[in-house]
């Protein structure tokens, strides 16, 4: 990278964390670091909600997933601006008449303690993971720009994320996610342009996209039915998206509290409402946006060389070992076949070469689809534009990863420390503690980032799957405490220990796809709890 590059990437850097920090310069209480004082219009809400979602792995890891499986990825998202809509007219007012600083407290005043803490805790854990996978993909970048070590730039980066969300709080997170979209927007636009740009002359955007077509890329809309049955492990489909995306995105938005914390900051049931119908109405163009950033990649290495294999440094690092001289020579049939324009060859020497990386590295997924965004930037994109792209990724990870560790923070003290521990506090102390909190979320996080090396999938899908394990569980518990008033404490309780378990041996079997695991895990809870209710009463009567 450049000089340029890298004066325009901290400056970018400085000035928002300077900016942010500023913003947040009067948040020395319990709600004023969680929550900001309740005090944000609906468009920083807005901004805020989208900044927590669209993390670092959103733009890193977007456009490889499209790269390598079209774009049916973006059904994934087709049942959430329904989601926005239950949210908004159930649960926000809700929230809000109790003045609650975390969405577990409302759970203590419907049903018990115990059943707060058990849901609190299994958002903990599921939150806790997810934030260390989002840690480790900026640290790809960090890695590639300095060459360090993996585990090294894991430290580093989790470090300067735990000094940031130390320093601001919720208002900090706020103000820097509001700049950092508007970045973010202009970016992508220009990266969509560039791709088009460098396409050969006479190639326009609507012919890289028929050409992409034609390699089956523009898959927007899968049924999941073949050969005259529906594949229940077909990943991302208009059912899978509609069905278990809706359970998915209720959950999240609507119980998990690094999205409830964001809507919680809000002047009143009417800025949370706007903030978040409005993410229901730009979500999907949005990641529809993302994705096709991939598709022009996709069209752009069609007429351009592709490199054998997208992490660049994983390949200078094979190359030293014994299988060294394989790789070179599969390389250069690769090259040979990309000449003849045999783009099937190619794509069968692509398939060798990650199959000896594998014996390189023994235990290695040999994934690059991680690396095809931050390659193709690092490869044709102009000086001062690299830098400032760098700037937006880690712009993303920090808002939303901050987010994360506020929330984490929030719940660890709302619904643990102030508990069980220490019940009467300060609000100064109470202020201490919470950043003390944040400091140890961001080691868990940063230990978890170094297991996050060789996850597999693409980290956006790895994040989502992670997210499956607990959501459908954490959201019926919800709509139990929300629509069936005849269930108490105990049978929602043994309720979700028992769906919890259910959704694991499911994931174990692999005999279904990860979004129905939400739909599944939600309507356990719900029948279970009925039945338990029942039982319990019935016991009583005898």
Known sequence: MSFIDWAILIIVLSGIIVYGIYKSRATKTLEG????????????VLLSIMGTQASAITYLTGPGQAYTDGMR??????????????????????????????????????????????????????????TGVSIYAPSIILSSLMGWNIYLT???????????????????????????MIIVFISLCTIGYIAVKYLPGGIRFR??????????????????????????????NVWTGTIGGFFLALSYFGTDHSQVGRYLTAKNVRESRKGLLM?????????????????????????????VFFDNAKAAAAAK????????????????????????AADVFRNQYKETIKKAFPGDGANDTNFIFLRFVKDNLPVGLIGLLFAVIFLSAWGSIAAALNSLAACTVCDFHKKFFVKEESKQDDYKISQWYTFGW???????????????????????????????VILGIFLVAFWIRKVRANAVFGAALLSEILV?????????????????????????AMLFQFLFARKSIM
């Open 321 to 344: 070992t014994s299988s060294g001289p394989a790789l070179r020579k599969i390389e250069e049939q690769y090259n040979s076949a990309l000449e003849r324009k045999d783009l099937a």
């Open 154 to 180: 894991n430290i580093v980066m989790g470090g300067l994320l735990i000094i940031y969300t130390m320093s601001g709080g919720a208002r900090a997170v706020a103000y820097t996610q509001t700049l950092q």
């Open 442 to 472: 961001g080691i868990f996080c940063i230990i978890i980032a170094m297991f996050s090396y060789n996850i597999g999938n693409s980290l956006i899908e790895a994040v989502n799957v992670i997210g499956s394990l607990f959501y459908g």
């Open 73 to 130: 990825f973006v059904q994934y998202y087709f049942g959430l601006p329904l989601a926005m809509i239950v949210i908004a007219v159930f649960f926000v007012p809700v929230y809000n008449k109790l003045k609650v600083v975390t969405a577990y407290e409302f759970l203590e005043h419907r049903f018990d303690l115990k059943t707060r803490t058990l849901t609190s805790f299994l958002f903990l854990l599921s939150r806790g993971l997810s």
């Open 279 to 307: 993410n229901g109405l730009i979500k999907v163009p949005m990641q529809f946006c993302i994705l096709l950033i991939g598709i022009l990649i996709f069209s752009f290495y069609l007429y351009n060389k592709a490199p």
């Open 504 to 528: 694991i041996v499911i994931k174990k079997m692999d005999i279904i796809s990860f979004l129905w695991l939400n739909a599944i895990g939600a309507i356990a809870v719900i029948i279970l």
């Open 207 to 236: 012919d890289a996209i028929g050409v992409a077509d034609e390699y089956g890329k523009m898959n927007v809309i899968t049924t999941g039915f073949g050969n005259g049955s529906f594949d229940w492990k077909d990943k991302y």
């Open 33 to 44: 670091y969680f929550l900001s004082n309740r005090s944000m219009p609906w468009y920083l």
